[in-house]
């Protein structure tokens, strides 16, 4: 290798090609990041679920927004004490182990605001279009924005994670999918049995 092969290959980048790279990211961010994800995604799914299950069943505005409303505030309370016990248990077990210094632990409080707040924006998708006077097409004017959603949240977090965007893309729109499906089956099955 000549003197001058070996001189470009080691200098340093530029400075300004060292400000583009992203800062490497913690254990602590990385569960933020993972909590907030998760917290979108189930969101939107769990929300969307439940209006269209409940849209299966009643054919009352008010009935699908009293049930999306109830799921929103469940929902987000919900994963935020499942991402604060969760983490928790997570952080004692790193102590427990000493495997990482004490300001790069997990931080239950950073995981259960983050997906909190994930899950009330995520789910504040599938209630406000509920909210519009679709009359018959609530189902599939749900259905439809949610698939939006999930096509954003999976290629965020895939491009994110560094991992392949159309995997992440498919996995969530084929998991909110059924489980809206599913949901409605369900809710037009309880509803004619009433």
């Known amino acids: 290798m000549s003197t001058i092969s ?3 290959i080691s200098r ?3 400075a300004s090609d060292r400000a583009a790279a992203p800062a490497p ?4 961010r990385l569960n933020q990041l993972r909590a907030g994800v998760l917290g979108a995604n189930d969101g939107i799914v769990s929300v969307a679920a439940i209006v269209v299950g409940v849209a299966g069943a009643s054919s009352t505005t008010a009935s699908i927004v009293t049930a999306g409303v109830a799921g929103l505030v469940a929902g987000a309370l919900s994963m935020a004490t499942g991402e604060y016990v969760s983490v928790s248990s997570q952080r004692d ?3 427990a182990g000493l495997a990482t210094p004490d300001e790069e632990l997990t931080n239950p409080w950073h995981a259960a605001v983050a997906s909190l707040f994930a899950f009330v924006v ?3 998708v599938p ?4 909210l519009a006077p679709w009359g018959s097409a609530i189902v599939p004017a749900v259905f439809g924005a949610v698939v ?3 096509v954003v949240t999976g290629a965020v977090s895939a491009r994110i994670g560094g991992s392949d965007v159309r995997r992440a893309v498919l996995r969530n729109v084929a998991g909110g999918s059924i489980a809206m499906i599913v949901t409605y089956a369900v809710g037009s099955l309880v509803g004619l049995a009433l």
């Open 6 to 8: 070996a001189h470009l």
């Open 122 to 124: 995520g789910g504040l």
């Open 148 to 150: 939006v959603a999930l």
């Open 25 to 28: 990211l913690t254990g602590s």
């Open 12 to 14: 340093p980048a530029p």
């Open 127 to 130: 209630l406000l279009v509920a």
């Open 93 to 95: 077990a790193e102590r």
